[in-house]
């Protein structure tokens, strides 16, 4: 979850689809974040889970998951990150899931795989959008605030020169004092009817917004870094219950975090050994009843 | 929902909870969201189910739900629009649900009641937060940008007194010519460390933003209602499967939101006519084993 947190929100088109996507692939692992700012969907599968589902979606496959995760990884990457491809995927919405099914070919045979994504924890989507959307508004709050005194002082500047005698030059140079009521309010009944024509809410997700958020959520994580390394007073539990800080779902997260190590060097090292063996023989704990057949690459 | 969707975020402090809160109480039905930035829970609660509540809390209470509602919501209201109260609430958070237990005094007799919010739908919070949010930061980002044009033109202007020989009365009415990326990049090293200070993300929330919520969620409603009267062709199913405007939960909502009819009028005129006799008996379907007693107000 800290991971995908510093992630950004890319717009994804999927077969046609318009979304936001957040995601993380690993060794053999990978964790999705879907939004059409409607809903929030996700799906984490390790191991164990890709190796399950990808044995059930393609009868031969016999292969461990690093045999085949990097190719899955390499088709479905650039769609989930706004970088092309995606016309091999289909998504389909049931029951409020959204699953996008894969056809692609792997070893010179067909290779399906299915993403199940269902939605969201609520504390998951407060930390990956509420909290940094909120933290975004206030920042932008504050610059709208700043930049509207900067522009009194301007004007102080300009009020001087001319009180002085100065004219200008050039007369189309000459601004109109800045209110800052007059210009939000203006500024509002032409701005709002422009929500209406985006027919999708999350192309407002845009460059600048895309920015700030990165450095936010990127502050917020530094910051919490920081914290489990000397805990400050503030958060370390009070004779004053506060209640408040321990509520929700920063447990649920920080749990989170520690049960996905996407990159974890450990596993790396230690499935680079297995790997060969796996991929020559079917596991252990499947035995096949039928005669052995000549092997097909990855399949049986 | 669509009522809801209208109030604004509330700070409340609830014995010492730091929440946003929103909430609409009806007649004889109330729906409350509170969030604390890292989970979001509601409770939407009917006529029926306050009565079952009621009773179990309040055995000897056999009042119809008019008849102690308007108690309950006195009690409550103030304290989840942030004016005041809530010290007879106290919040207890079990397994991811916030609960809040009151009491009060009612005919003379103890009055308890309590609220148990669970974490709200995916879909709950994107139409509560996420896209007022988005909307919200989209706005501001096109604000802070056009003050920035702004400022370079003043700064034109500025410079052409100055190029024609004007000189300030006072040197200190002087400014520093506005660069868009060095203000940015100033800006954002100084107040990212102050959303460390906030112990509170919800405090962010404040006076000007809560402003903005509520021209972004009452535009994005009238243009709903526009929308139903008169179906605009962008909204209309096309030949190409527009899958995007069908996904997510805009249907769970509307269906939502006929369900929750606080203010109907029909409703109020039947209730009253039979109140006066709920008051004064035990409801029919619940007859009392025991010797009738002398009747206390709303008790029995």
């Not at 269902?118 to 407060?126: D, E, K, R, S």
């Not at 959520?217 to 400050?232: C, D, F, Q, T, Y």
């Not at 539990?237 to 506060?242: I, V």
């Not at 060097?265 to 596991?283: N, V």
């Amino acid at each position: 979850m800290e991971v995908l947190l510093q992630r950004p929100w890319l717009p994804v088109s999927i077969n046609g689809v318009q979304l936001l996507s957040k995601s993380c692939f690993g060794e053999t692992e990978y964790h999705i974040l879907l939004t059409d700012m409607k809903c929030v969907w996700e799906e984490r599968m390790e191991s164990a889970d890709i190796e399950k589902r990808a044995q059930e979606l393609n009868r031969r496959l016999r292969a461990p998951v690093k045999a085949f995760f990097s190719h899955l990884s390499e088709v479905v990457r650039p769609a989930l990150t706004g970088s092309g491809g995606g016309t091999n995927i289909s998504v389909t919405q049931e029951d409020g899931n959204i699953n996008m099914k894969l056809k692609s070919e792997l070893a010179g045979l067909p290779f399906y795989w299915e993403f199940h994504c269902t939605p969201a924890p609520v504390t998951v989507v407060c930390s990956q959008l509420v909290r940094p959307l909120l933290a975004m508004s206030f920042l932008l709050q504050r610059q709208v605030e700043q930049l509207g005194g900067l522009l009194g002082r301007k004007d102080a500047e300009i009020q001087d020169y001319r009180e002085n005698g100065a004219t200008l030059s050039r007369e189309r140079l000459q601004t109109e004092v800045f209110e800052e009521r007059t210009y939000r309010e203006n500024f509002m009944s032409k701005a709002l009817p422009l929500l209406v024509s985006d027919q999708s809410d999350s192309l407002q997700f845009d460059g600048g917004l895309q920015q700030l958020y990165s450095a936010v959520v990127s502050h917020g994580n530094s910051r919490k870094r920081k914290l489990s390394e000397e805990p400050s007073v503030e958060e370390m539990p009070a004779d004053e219950p506060d209640i408040t800080y321990s509520l929700g779902g920063s447990k649920v997260d920080s749990g989170a975090a520690e049960e996905v190590q996407l990159e974890a060097a450990g596993a790396k090292m230690a499935d680079r050994a297995t790997e060969k063996k796996s991929l020559s023989s079917a596991p252990a704990e499947r035995p096949s009843a039928k005669p052995k057949k000549k092997k097909v690459g990855l399949f049986r």
